[in-house]
């Protein structure tokens, strides 16, 4: 008993000394790598999803692939498979250990990610945030879609108009930490505190949580229908828009939709009047527009003060701005309205 | 022998008569504090429709409990027959839906094989393997939908009307459901092999030595849940309109708690069709009832546990006192 | 089965020792694993060059380290025959009565303690049930309390998250002391903790009587309800520790942290030779697995393997880990390799 103990301790414990001792002859080699691979043509730039399996995301990616293309390096698509800020942890660890050249990530989370992403901009690696931003500290620079104050209060005036001023708010929200639903349902609730007689009749009932998941978005959705007070539901979240389109839809409901969609998801509700219209961007806009603003920090023609101006491919000209939470951002631009009249058009574009 | 055949039908009944009391009292509870909004006629059409395929489920994870083991695959099989047949239906919309429903369940019967060989011919133990197994069913879900998810532009409609179409006026999924109940009940009382997983779950020693084959009653019971699953998945992608790598995560747990609320012993040898449906009853109706009096969602949660909790416990309980006074009896 | 002897005048003479067989030695659970281990080794360091970086080790060390502070009390409890699937919510609620302490001004070292508290009293809620109760598995116990402890962990936080930690605190999920990452030391404490526990008191030797047969153990005095409390509440408590370490890695609480460890931990524990029948497994197996499937995620990751094959080999490791023994029993039986043996011996 005592023998064969102490054998596999002390193979064990060769084991693990011969691999440090590998560790430790490589480390020279491996510091003059670090040197090259980030001004070499074959540098990583990094896209860290919300969520791998998200449509949203995934059109994100398609227009940050094709500037990574223009510019000449190496795009990757990274994410987890569900909306947690930890698992996104941990894929920024990994890119650090890979040694990419920039991270561009949207957050599920403001704050989680600070620690791995200072650690990451501590190794040299440029960290840009997009869609849903982290905190100031945790980024040089944030790609802003649209501005948050005004996708929050055309939301609001929307709803308000399409229940013709009574009726009660729902809101479908994602994951309840995600930065820029939060941001925007701050906006929202603005909106209805500053013009109380205005929504007098339409309160915000309720606010639920469909974590960008489409099983949980539909079931909150059917739990928000039982709730004979509630007319209209804002969804801010693609997945929750066609989660809750499709309940809507099977339960012939009077009640009705607006927020952020897909026009290639949602063409089927604007045209049965589900949703009368909505609101969203091009999310391959923002993706071509993240590859170039890292693009430009990497190559240090920007530094993400304000004022400074960098040409984003085919976007053109874009300025830096100073940013509502602090730190500084790039705006995309206008938020889009889509109804019966131009849904058609855009459907097949994303 | 005659006493303890009374003790365990006693015994039977007790439980099933306190799920039953449990499930009233908290019925009318609901009923008075939401305002009469509970025995409307949508309402229980929605509460049996929420219902059904967690009691589908149920029937079939009591086989695998029974024979003592368990089963902790189901949530990902049920996730890979319904990316498999919704990915095949993606492709070609014109198909039969039964067509599609049909593949889930030979996709899930592959699975219970998988999970019944691992268990009966490599004797690993039926946590152990079912974990590994869905890992690997899980996995491969992911690599299948290729990073998709499958959502109802995906569908045709006559596939999605499965899930939300009525025959005789009760949706769909109740009366499978209910057909579902009727076989499982006949097949474990009334045939051979049904009477063969209960002796191969009380003892598999007795069981071995009195001639049964327990290795091929074992890969019955982990074949027939795997086939359930597939056919649950289906009707659970059908349902939700969305079919996701991660759908039905840690749904196994709800199965699991529905049997045991239902009486069925994690021991093995123990459990009835009747008490299952009342757990998966019992279930159900917490979910449902606790929106409608307007219990804050953050609660639900802690009371739904506490609920499984307080109800094991007095089950366990009872039978203590049942067979104290079984004890006394004998001792005079 | 020890060796015996049968002398001519029919008395059985039983060796009051095992002794030492090349055969037994080999075939042992701990040798697979180290195989395993080395043949993730090397497949890591010929797939990337970035892996064989010591940095790039320690840190890796970091994000799989938070669950091995809890398998090693799983492995106790599951070398009991009992199980516990709370342990996830476990981390989850601790965290979050930490994060509300120190908002309403209790300074850092206090809140960490009254987390530490708080899993203790979960993981001491789990044994007293389960002691009170003899005739409820553990399966459906820990069950219910890791819904009640998650939701307990909603009802107090809701959807929000509490962060603002002071910075000594944010540095220990993260620091290093020296080269070594905080955690790696006091995982490596930790283990040394439990192979004394388990190989070297009492207290380990009553713990895998109770696995092997929980009446006998009974019946032969061993206070079975005061282990089984003990360990649970160990379990508790050092889920509490890997919550404090998780929670200052993240730099702020919520009530659904840690979803589905438990299942990791639980195959990690498996992985390492525990059996679930009870009875079985030590603490160097479930260290070996800890490396193997932490390194193995570790390494397939940096060269951008997706998470569902990782997902696939370590389901596929569980099962062939742990079916490889049960064909071997039937391998070792067979006449050709008994001959071998006996020839081997015989040289």
């Known amino acids: 008993m005592n023998t064969k103990k102490i054998i596999s301790l002390c193979v064990s414990a060769v084991l693990s000394m011969s691999l440090l001792a590998g560790c430790g002859g490589t480390t020279n080699s491996d510091s003059t790598s670090t040197s090259t691979s980030a001004s070499a043509s074959n540098a990583t730039y990094a896209l860290v999803a919300k969520d791998v399996q998200n449509p949203y995301m995934k059109k994100i990616y398609e227009g940050f692939e094709k500037s990574c293309k223009e510019i000449g390096v190496t795009p990757l698509y990274k994410g987890p498979e569900s909306a947690t800020p930890e698992k996104q942890i941990e894929i920024i660890n990994q890119l650090v250990a890979q040694k990419v050249a920039g991270i561009a990530v949207a957050a599920n989370d403001a704050d989680a990610l600070q620690p791995a992403l200072k650690e990451a901009m501590n190794a040299g690696i440029s960290v840009v945030s997009l869609d849903s931003a982290v905190n100031a500290q945790s980024r040089q620079i944030h790609v802003q879609q649209a501005d948050p104050e005004k996708i929050g209060r055309s939301l609001i005036q929307a709803a308000c108009e399409m229940v013709h001023g009574e009726g009660g708010i729902a809101i479908l929200s994602a994951t309840a930490q995600a930065t820029n639903q939060n941001l925007w349902i701050e906006w929202m609730q603005k909106e209805l505190k500053e013009n109380p007689t205005k929504y007098a009749k339409t309160p915000l009932i309720k606010i639920a949580y469909g974590d960008d998941d489409p099983t949980k978005s539909t079931s909150e959705t059917q739990a928000l229908l039982t709730n004979p007070d509630v007319k209209i539901i804002i969804a801010p979240t693609t997945v929750g828009m066609l989660a809750a389109g499709k309940v809507l839809q099977d339960k012939k409901s009077s009640v009705l939709l607006t927020g952020l969609g897909l026009p290639s998801e949602m063409s089927s509700f604007i045209e049965d009047g589900t949703c009368p219209w909505m609101y969203l961007w091009n999310p391959v806009d923002i993706g071509y527009l993240t590859g170039y603003t890292m693009n430009s920090i990497i190559k240090g023609d920007i530094k993400g003060t304000k004022g400074d101006t960098f040409t984003a491919g085919t976007l053109g000209e874009k300025a830096v701005t100073d940013a509502a939470g602090g730190g500084t951002e790039v705006m995309l631009g206008e938020p889009f309205k889509f109804d019966s009249k131009n849904i058609a058009e855009w459907k097949a574009v994303y | 022998m005659n006493n303890l055949i009374l003790k365990k039908m006693f015994s039977y009944n007790i439980r099933e008569i306190s799920l039953i009391l449990v499930i009233i009292v908290i019925s009318i509870f609901v009923q008075f504090r939401s305002g009469g909004n509970f025995f409307t006629a949508e309402n229980i059409s929605d509460l049996c429709t929420e219902t059904a395929i967690l009691a589908i489920l149920a029937v079939g994870m009591m086989m695998v409990i029974i024979t003592a083991g368990i089963d902790l695959s189901i949530g990902a099989i049920m996730a890979l027959a319904g990316m498999i047949g919704t990915t095949i239906l993606k492709g070609n919309k014109g198909i039969n839906p039964l067509f599609i429903i049909l593949i889930a369940i030979v996709i899930g019967t592959i699975c219970g094989m998988l999970n019944g060989i691992s268990v009966s011919k490599l004797k690993i133990l039926p946590i152990i393997a079912t974990l590994g197994m869905m890992n690997i069913f899980r996995g491969v879900t992911y690599l299948v939908s290729k990073g998709n998810w499958v959502l109802q532009n995906d569908m045709s409609s006559s596939f999605l009307d499965l899930a939300t179409g009525k025959a005789l006026g009760i949706n769909n999924l109740v009366v499978i459901a209910l057909v579902v109940y009727v076989i499982g009940y006949i097949f474990l009382k009334y045939t051979r092999t049904g009477r063969k997983i209960y002796a191969v779950g009380n003892s598999e020693e007795s069981a071995t030595v009195s001639g049964i084959k327990t290795e091929r009653t074992l890969l019955i019971a982990y074949t027939i849940m795997g086939a359930i699953a597939g056919f649950a998945g289906i009707l659970y992608v059908c349902k939700f309109g969305a079919a996701q790598g991660e759908t039905a995560v ?64 007095c089950n366990a309980l009872i039978q203590r006192n049942v067979e104290m006074k079984a004890l006394r009896r004998r001792n005079i | 089965m020890a060796k015996q002897v049968i002398q001519a005048d029919g008395t059985r003479i039983i060796e009051n020792e095992r002794t030492f067989s090349w055969k037994r030695f080999i075939f042992q659970w701990e040798w697979m694993l180290v195989l395993m281990l080395v043949i993730v080794t090397i497949v890591n ?46 981390m989850a609620l601790s965290s979050v009565v930490m994060g509300m302490a120190y908002q309403a001004g209790v300074p850092m070292s206090g809140a ?13 809620v789990n044994g007293i049930i389960l002691a009170k109760f003899p005739e409820l598995s553990s399966m459906i116990v820990t069950l219910a309390t890791q819904i009640v402890f998650r939701g307990i962990a909603s009802i107090l936080l809701k959807t929000d998250s509490v962060g603002g930690f002071p910075a000594w605190y944010n540095n220990f999920g993260w620091g290093k002391f020296g080269p070594f990452p905080i955690i790696l030391i006091f995982t490596v404490i930790e283990a040394l903790f439990f192979v004394y526990l388990l190989h070297y008191t009492k207290f380990g030797r009553r713990t895998y009587a109770m696995g092997n047969s929980i009446t006998v153990s009974k019946f032969s005095g061993i206070k079975t309800n005061k282990i089984k409390v003990i360990i649970f509440t160990m379990t508790g408590l050092l889920a509490a520790v890997a919550a404090v370490f998780l929670a200052s890695k993240m730099g702020s ?27 079985k497994g030590n603490i160097l197996g479930c260290i070996l697995s800890i490396l193997v499937i932490g390194f193995l995620r570790y390494g397939l990751g940096l060269v951008n393997v997706t998470s569902q094959i990782i997902m696939i080999i370590v389901g596929a490791l569980l099962i062939i880990a742990v079916a490889i023994p049960n064909l071997k029993s039937s391998f070792g039986q067979s006449k050709w390799f008994k001959n071998l043996c006996n020839n081997v011996k015989k040289c």
Do not use: H
């Not at chain 2, 639900?300 to 109800?311: T, Y």
């Not at chain 3, 609480?253 to 009875?279: F, Q, T």
């Open chain 2, 250 to 313: 840690g749904y196994e747990m709800n199965v699991i708690a529905a049997c045991v609320l239902g009486g069925v012993s994690i021991n093995g040898g123990t459990g009835r069709v009747q008490g299952v449906l009342l757990g998966a009853l019992l279930l159900g109706l917490l979910n449902n009832a606790m929106p409608l009096i307007n219990i804050s969602v953050f609660w639900q949660e802690a009371i739904r546990g506490l609920i499984i909790l307080l109800s094991v416990m």
């Open chain 3, 45 to 90: 360091i010929s797939a990337s060059s970035n892996f064989a970086n010591p940095t790039n080790i320690m840190n890796a060390m970091r994000d799989f380290l938070d669950k091995a502070i809890v398998v090693f009390p799983m492995a106790l409890v599951i070398m009991l025959g009992e199980i516990d699937i709370s342990v996830a919510s476990t």
């Open chain 3, 112 to 124: 960490i303690v009254i987390a530490l508290l708080v899993g203790a009293a979960c993981g001491f």
């Open chain 3, 253 to 279: 609480v919520r009530p659904d942290v840690a979803k589905g460890y438990e299942l990791d931990i639980i195959a990690m524990v498996v992985l390492g030779g525990v059996s679930s029948a009870g009875g």
